[in-house]
T-cell receptor, first 112, second 109 residues
């Protein structure tokens, strides 16, 4: 099992550009989430999904879009990048009936 | 609103010097308290889940305990390879985990 994979590992964007961060898991997990991690702020939930076709907002959803067309994939879209979105982004997944989350290796995003 | 506060922010220990990390929380309807380890440049790695006050879990040199207001991660005779950031999180009545800011542990040989 590869677990949770994320691409790209690093990305630099200019203000106003859009992009998609990719996340995939091969553990057949129903729950998937996106977090951002900023110094001194801890991990904050952006969006999450409890299954294919179902998504919901987390604590800091503004400026981000998600969809879940398959169990395996949960992409995060930045619609118009802003410097405030400079952060490290983590995708995570867990199975039904388990609270143990598995995190991906992260994507470090810089917006200039 | 669920809240998690971890202390200290950073902790330097000599190899073999035991200590404890603290995680204080307020949550409505605790469904679980979680400890993760995070190495630089990597995603958090799950360590423990605690469900109710009085529960304890152990793994090698680490032991996690839980009361109604806080959790402790005790590190016994730490080694340099225990150096990492340790994250605490709670799951309340909603579907969302709330994380603390983490404690950065440095163990010197």
């Amino acid at each position: 099992n590869a677990g949770v994979t994320q691409t790209p590992k690093f990305q630099v964007l200019k203000t106003g550009q859009s992009m998609t961060l990719q996340c995939a898991q091969d553990m057949n997990h129903e729950y998937m989430s996106w977090y951002r991690q900023d110094p001194g702020m801890g991990l904050r939930l952006i969006h999450y999904s409890v299954g294919a076709g179902i998504t919901d907002q987390g604590e800091v959803p503004n400026g981000y879009n998600v969809s879940r067309s398959t169990t395996e994939d949960f992409p995060l879209r930045l619609l118009s990048a802003a410097p405030s979105q400079t952060s490290v982004y983590f995708c995570a997944s867990r199975g039904v009936g388990s609270y143990e989350q598995y995190f991906g290796p992260g994507t470090r995003l810089t917006v200039t | 609103e669920d809240q998690v506060t971890q202390s200290p922010e950073a902790l330097r220990l000599q190899e073999g010097e035991s200590s404890s990390l603290n995680c204080s929380y307020t949550v409505s309807g605790l469904r679980g308290l979680f400890w993760y380890r995070q190495d630089p440049g990597k995603g958090p790695e799950f360590l423990f889940t605690l469900y109710s006050a009085g529960e304890e879990k152990e793994k090698e040199r680490l032991k996690a305990t839980l009361t109604k207001k806080e959790s402790f991660l005790h590190i016994t005779a730490p080694k340099p390879e225990d150096s990492a950031t340790y994250l605490c999180a709670v799951l309340g009545a909603g579907n969302m985990l709330t994380f603390g800011g983490g404690t950065r542990l440095m163990v010197k040989p």
